[in-house]
């Protein structure tokens, strides 16, 4: 990548940490990236391009900053407290407001919409990967859907992010509940194979309690 076009993505981020995104234009951005306005559409195309360019550009970058530390949780909890510690960091380097502007920007920006998206399923890809390593052989494998629960993990975490902007002591709270679920899963992993395989039984049967009947 040319040293102009990395000046414009940091620029993009720039002007949206600074300005939100009601006032990031080509201006503002050319501004904060010490370069030429008219390179933002000669190389981007347009300032919604260049902005969903950036926001995947940074995410690629602070999610292979995590990878070892992704690859090295042993458990839920661990899981728990990565996210804990990557949250306190991205709200540090001003990620979080860009977040927020990114998807607030989306809900009506269809050209917004695609690259947040893709964003956000690089983390989700990545704590799919740890979920699938940690909860193979246990219990709660037969009963979740692992690519459904790392969406979910993926959007509490975001959700989480911007909650704590307006009610931090509510975000706490419900960090605590997601902690006390892994110790759950953690105290099912450890019992022993007959109530291991009680829990499965009853698992099934529930599972296939809830399964739609066929035509009469």
């Given at each position: 990548m040319s040293d102009t076009k990395q000046r414009l993505l940091d620029g993009a981020l720039t002007a949206l940490r600074e300005h939100g995104v009601t006032g990031v234009s080509a201006r503002t951005i050319a501004?904060?990236?010490?370069?030429n306005q008219a390179l933002v559409f000669y190389h981007y195309g347009s300032v919604d391009e260049l902005l969903g360019a950036a926001c995947l550009s940074a995410t690629r970058q602070r999610v292979s900053a995590y990878a070892d530390r992704f690859a090295a949780v042993g458990s839920l909890r661990e899981l728990l407290q990565v996210g804990l510690d990557l949250h306190a960091a991205e709200l540090a380097e001003g990620n979080v407001s860009v977040l927020a502007q990114m998807l607030?920007?989306?809900q009506t920006g269809e050209r917004l919409a695609?690259?947040?998206a893709a964003a956000l399923q690089l983390w989700t890809d990545e704590i799919q990967i740890v979920l699938n390593r940690l909860l193979t052989g246990s219990p709660v494998a037969e009963v979740a859907d692992i690519p459904g629960l790392a969406r979910?993990?993926?959007a509490a975490f975001v959700g989480l992010e911007l909650f704590e902007g307006v009610?931090?002591?509510g975000a706490r709270?419900?960090?605590?509940a997601l902690d006390q679920l892994a110790v759950?899963?953690?105290v099912v992993d450890e019992l022993g194979p007959l109530a291991r395989r009680a829990l499965r039984a009853k698992v099934k049967s529930h599972l296939k309690e809830r399964e739609p009947s066929g035509p009469a």
């Open positions: 501004a904060a990236a010490g370069a607030a920007a989306a695609e690259p947040t979910a993990v993926s009610d931090r002591d709270q419900a960090l605590a759950l899963v953690e």
